[in-house]
């Protein structure tokens, strides 16, 4: 049974490495490969805010009723990508309406928080193209790995209170477009996250004086 259960777990592995392979491979360019795709946000508030590339062009917008996050998808009307719904007291979900017959599943399981090997604290992210690690780097930077591939960061975040100076919310590796709508919902889980977590600082410790 032990056995079975290990090569089960290889096998899973594996099968995911491949797929992710399979994903990078057939959007890669072999010659003159493109450079990494700046994404940006109009806020920094992760519960109003659009995403997009190129300016005047929108992507997706965030909005929020107070119980629920929504990703909406721009180019496509009608369209959505992720909900977030927020609960008082049971753990709070996350719904595909395009996966899994729109069922909810634990923010928590579909962003795991884990440790790395070297003692990093990073999230496991579950996508169709098997799992991807986001990596913590510092207090408001993440770097975004495939699970089987801890050398080459795929997406580059950055989670900042301020976005100045036109600074980027995330680069994006441009073989790993196919996952970019599980990159822009992770994006805003985490950087609510972040932000949560910046208050509780400010609570206990205090705002820097100025």
């Not at 997406?155 to 680069?171: I, Q, R, Y």
Request: glycine share 6%.
């Amino acid at each position: 049974m032990i056995i079975q259960k290990v090569l089960v777990m290889i096998a899973n592995r594996y099968g995911a490495c491949l797929r992710h392979r399979l994903t990078m491979d057939s959007a890669a360019t072999l010659v003159n490969p493109a450079p990494p795709t700046p994404y940006f946000m109009t806020s920094t508030n992760s519960k109003n805010a659009t995403f997009y590339a190129q300016p005047g062009i929108p992507l997706y917008t965030i909005t929020n009723d107070g119980r629920q996050t929504i990703v909406n998808d721009r180019r496509t009307p009608g369209r959505i990508v992720a909900i977030f719904h927020q609960r008082e007291f049971l753990p709070n979900t996350i719904s595909f309406p395009e996966r899994n017959g729109n069922a909810p599943i634990s923010v928590q399981k579909w962003l795991r928080r884990t440790k790395l090997s070297d003692g990093t604290t990073a999230f496991v992210m579950g996508t169709d193209y098997g799992p991807y690690v986001w990596k913590i780097m510092s207090s408001h930077r993440q770097k975004v790995y495939a699970q089987c591939d801890l050398d080459r960061p795929i997406a580059s975040c950055s989670f900042h209170t301020t976005l100045s100076n036109g600074k980027p919310a995330f680069f994006l590796e441009y073989d790993a477009e196919p996952l970019r709508e599980d990159i822009v919902v992770a994006y805003v889980l985490q950087r609510q996250r972040v932000m949560s977590e910046d208050r509780l600082i400010d609570v206990f410790v205090g705002s820097p004086a100025g």
